[in-house]
């Protein structure tokens, strides 16, 4: 499976961005889907993620209330949806997928990695 994200830019704090995540090369409906993110220096941090189904989604308590994740089966697209961003939101986001099962807060659980795309925001 090959993740390419993309929507990443400059923004100021306030406002709102949407990450897009296309998957190739797989059931796109068989994979759990997930964002993390990255700032320089410190551990990857869990953003959000999603089921198969879109039934269910889980949202990392340093963006809850911020940020929703959604899926498109149809087009092979998870998307972030982020608002009132803040300086401390920025990182370089990745996208990351599994067909495993497992917890869906841990990297370790991932098998597929996106590039990353990165976010910056201005005070």
């Known amino acids: 499976v090959q993740l390419q994200a993309s929507g990443g830019g400059l923004v100021q704090a306030g406002d709102s961005l949407r990450l897009s995540c296309i998957a190739s090369g797989g059931t796109f409906s068989m994979l759990v889907m997930a964002w993390f993110r990255q700032a320089p220096g410190k551990e990857r941090e869990f953003v959000a993620a999603?089921?198969?189904?879109?039934?269910?989604?889980y949202i990392g308590d340093s963006v809850k209330g911020r940020v929703t994740i959604s899926r498109d089966n149809a087009k092979n697209t998870v998307f972030l949806h982020m608002n009132s961003l803040k300086p401390e939101d920025m990182a370089l986001y990745y996208c990351a997928a599994t067909s495993r099962t497992g917890s869906v807060y841990y990297s370790s659980s991932y098998d597929f990695w996106g590039q990353g795309t990165l976010v910056t925001v201005s005070s």
């Open positions: 999603i089921l198969r189904s879109g039934s269910g989604a």
